[in-house]
């Protein structure tokens, strides 16, 4: 099993009438900024622990888990939307960084869905933030408006699925299972990583009938898609109001290629991207979309060297 290096510890903050997991690392300081790390979907905050440990500095560092995931609960909707995670990272960052005047700008860091959050925040609230690094959070393929009438009529049609409980997520005799899931969700995950984040990832939960089984902690309605059609135009608007300096970290492994093939292409990601008005992007070799946990030394230090330029 996995040892880690620095342990984190919990804590819970009202969020918007939820009770918010955060975990935390280190301990504030006055000479540099809060780190924030967001968690992409159907993931957790303990998953960034990997990378925690490779920094080569202590940070004070704050993950939580977001709405319906982890620790944290969904609040009983059985759907989620993306403006409600950046009004809870409003939440989360006037709780740790300060509100108002005595606001201090953070270090903010996102993978994947975290990404695309990070991104859109940073365009909503540009002076909140000091260096913005995207790990593999590339949004989604462009929509035609004539595709939102079949597009509401899926986002019901899921709904329902949801409320026949045909949409569960699967469960798991043992934590064992998750782990062998998660290996053979990433391939390059290995087994003392893969138990350890298991353990993390899901618990023993109660069924209807009667029996324990280990499930995954994300919230089933995560799976319902998004009611709005995907508009470029808006995230090309957010994309140039960000004002702090933006890494973009991709894994060498094409991770659009395998979700869009053609549909989505780096090549049209990297368009968009020429709205940031200040954007390195970097490449990381032997790595798929988990690179966070495939090459934690390299992404931490990519972070570092980054944040201190």
Known sequence: MYQALRPSRSEFVPVRNLRYHVRLWGEPSPHKPPLVLLHGWMDVAASWQFVV????????????????????DGGGVDNYWLPDYLADLEWLLDHYAGEGDAARPVDLVGHSMGGNVAMHYAGTRPARIRRLVNLEG???????????????????????????????????SGVDGVARR???????????????????????????????????????????????????????????RISAPTLMVEAADDSLHGW?????TLEEFHERLKSVPSVRIEQLADAGHMLHHDQPQRVAGLIEQFLAG
């Open 53 to 72: 440990d490779a920094l080569a500095e202590e940070r004070f560092i704050v993950a939580p888990d977001w709405r319906g995931f982890g620790l944290t």
């Open 138 to 172: 590339f949004g989604m393929p462009a929509r035609k408006p004539e595709e939102a009438p079949a597009r509401y009529g899926q986002w019901i049609d899921e709904l329902k699925r949801l409320h026949r409980g045909e949409m569960a997520l699967a469960g798991y």
């Open 182 to 240: 998660l290996m053979k969700t990433n391939p390059r995950l290995t087994p003392d990583k893969a138990g350890w984040l298991a353990s993390h990832w899901s618990a023993l939960q109660l069924q209807p009938d009667g029996n324990e089984r280990w499930q995954i902690l994300g919230d089933a309605a995560h799976k319902i898609i998004n009611a709005n059609i995907f508009r470029v135009d808006e995230t090309l608007a957010l994309y140039a």
């Open 260 to 264: 869009w093939k053609n549909r989505y």
